[in-house]
């Protein structure tokens, strides 16, 4: 299969995959909201949880813009659509290569990862001066499917490849599922561990100190000790995830997909029961239910106390007690 073939047929499987539909490929029937229970210091009783659109070709990465807007991934659209304060919708940045996860560094560029038919990568994609791939590939294998990443304060970049995608083109044999850091100004990344079934969620605590890293098909989430050269120790089971359950084949399922952070350190999961959310000793507090199973979640709106939460073609928000950590976009 020629390499533009078979971009156009994966695109295509892709948008079939993440578009929100349901098993056999028949549409899924219209979202509907929800309403959160009683989580202490993190949300009221009966908050409506609200569906703000449907119908999106793909939904990830949400991130906090400065003027408290917020801006997601159309994945297999090839675009970046925007949310303001009046719950508008605009298309912030067009021509994506299927840009996923989404961070901002300490200068203001946007750091993406990239789904295979955009060219599996890491790349600084805006603003548009600023626009270049970071790395492609490890020891020259190119990545399954880059999926989540985290910026550090100093420029260093963790990111996950769940490797999980459609297959790639026969010019290349993608690596196997691994979390990885490149460290600042490198162009070569440092794979951490190749043994987690399909990393995906990444985020650092509000001192960085502590990386926090998602298993979908795992029952706990991670942590680590962050060195001071960006190396990870310490790696250890943080906070076992609820609702975890086993598919057919004997596969673990949390669905535990991306992840963000409040002002006191609690930890926000996009999993498949809903947005679980945990202590920062990694206590389970609750689980907002959401009208279709999250993939991705972030802090934003003037006061950083609206979660807006995307997945399965829709998003959605709800008002928090809790307050996002404002020292970052996510």
């Given at each position: 299969?020629?390499?533009?073939?078979?971009?156009?047929?994966?695109?295509?499987?892709?948008?079939?995959?993440?578009?929100?539909?349901?098993?056999?490929?028949?549409?899924?029937?219209?979202?509907?909201?929800?309403?959160?229970?009683?989580?202490?210091?993190?949300?009221?009783?009966?908050?409506?949880?609200?569906?703000?659109?449907?119908?999106?070709?793909?939904?990830?990465?949400?991130?906090?813009?400065?003027?408290?807007?917020?801006?997601?991934?159309?994945?297999?659209?090839?675009?970046?659509?925007?949310?303001?304060?009046?719950?508008?919708?605009?298309?912030?940045?067009?021509?994506?290569?299927?840009?996923?996860?989404?961070?901002f560094d300490s200068e203001?560029?946007?750091?993406?990862?990239?789904?295979?038919?955009?060219?599996?990568?890491?790349?600084?994609?805006?603003?548009?001066?600023?626009?270049?791939?970071?790395?492609?590939?490890?020891?020259?294998?190119?990545?399954?499917?880059?999926?989540?990443?985290?910026?550090?304060?100093?420029?260093?970049?963790?990111?996950?490849?769940?490797?999980?995608?459609?297959?790639?083109?026969?010019?290349?044999?993608?690596?196997?599922?691994?979390?990885?850091?490149?460290?600042?100004?490198?162009?070569?990344?440092?794979?951490?561990?190749?043994?987690?079934?399909?990393?995906?969620?990444?985020?650092?605590?509000?001192?960085?100190?502590?990386?926090?890293?998602?298993?979908?098909?795992?029952?706990?989430?991670?942590?680590?000790?962050?060195?001071?050269?960006?190396?990870?120790?310490?790696?250890?089971?943080?906070?076992?995830?609820?609702?975890?359950?086993?598919?057919?084949?004997?596969?673990?399922?949390?669905?535990?997909?991306?992840?963000?952070?409040?002002?006191?350190?609690?930890?926000?999961?996009?999993?498949?029961?809903?947005?679980?959310?945990?202590?920062?000793?990694?206590?389970?507090?609750?689980?907002?239910?959401?009208?279709?199973?999250?993939?991705?979640?972030?802090?934003?709106?003037?006061?950083?106390?609206?979660?807006?939460?995307?997945?399965?073609g829709i998003a959605s928000?709800?008002?928090?007690?809790?307050?996002?950590?404002?020292?970052?976009?996510?």
């Amino acid at each position: 299969m020629k390499l533009g073939a078979f971009l156009a047929a994966a695109m295509c499987a892709l948008s079939i995959a993440v578009a929100g539909q349901g098993r056999g490929g028949a549409p899924q029937p219209p979202a509907v909201d929800t309403v959160a229970p009683d989580i202490p210091g993190v949300v009221a009783a009966g908050t409506k949880v609200q569906v703000l659109k449907e119908g999106f070709n793909g939904t990830e990465g949400p991130i906090a813009m400065p003027d408290g807007s917020v801006i997601f991934s159309e994945t297999t659209a090839n675009r970046m659509v925007r949310i303001d304060k009046d719950d508008s919708f605009s298309t912030f940045l067009d021509n994506t290569a299927g840009a996923n996860g989404m961070a901002f560094d300490s200068e203001g560029r946007l750091f993406a990862t990239h789904v295979p038919w955009g060219g599996t990568k890491i790349s600084i994609i805006y603003p548009a001066a600023a626009r270049k791939v970071l790395v492609d590939n490890y020891d020259g294998k190119p990545f399954g499917r880059t999926n989540d990443l985290a910026v550090a304060k100093n420029g260093g970049v963790y990111f996950t490849d769940s490797a999980n995608a459609a297959p790639m083109p026969p010019e290349g044999v993608p690596l196997p599922a691994a979390f990885y850091y490149l460290p600042p100004r490198a162009t070569k990344a440092i794979q951490i561990l190749n043994d987690v079934a399909f990393p995906n969620g990444v985020i650092l605590s509000r001192d960085e100190k502590t990386l926090y890293l998602n298993n979908t098909n795992g029952e706990y989430l991670i942590a680590f000790d962050v060195q001071p050269d960006g190396s990870l120790k310490n790696r250890r089971n943080f906070a076992k995830y609820d609702g975890v359950t086993k598919n057919a084949a004997g596969v673990t399922v949390s669905g535990a997909d991306g992840i963000t952070i409040d002002s006191q350190g609690r930890l926000y999961v996009a999993a498949a029961t809903g947005v679980q959310v945990f202590s920062p000793l990694g206590q389970h507090l609750g689980t907002i239910p959401m009208p279709r199973a999250p993939q991705n979640l972030a802090f934003a709106g003037p006061d950083k106390k609206t979660l807006y939460v995307v997945g399965r073609g829709i998003a959605s928000k709800v008002q928090m007690v809790a307050q996002g950590f404002k020292d970052r976009a996510k």
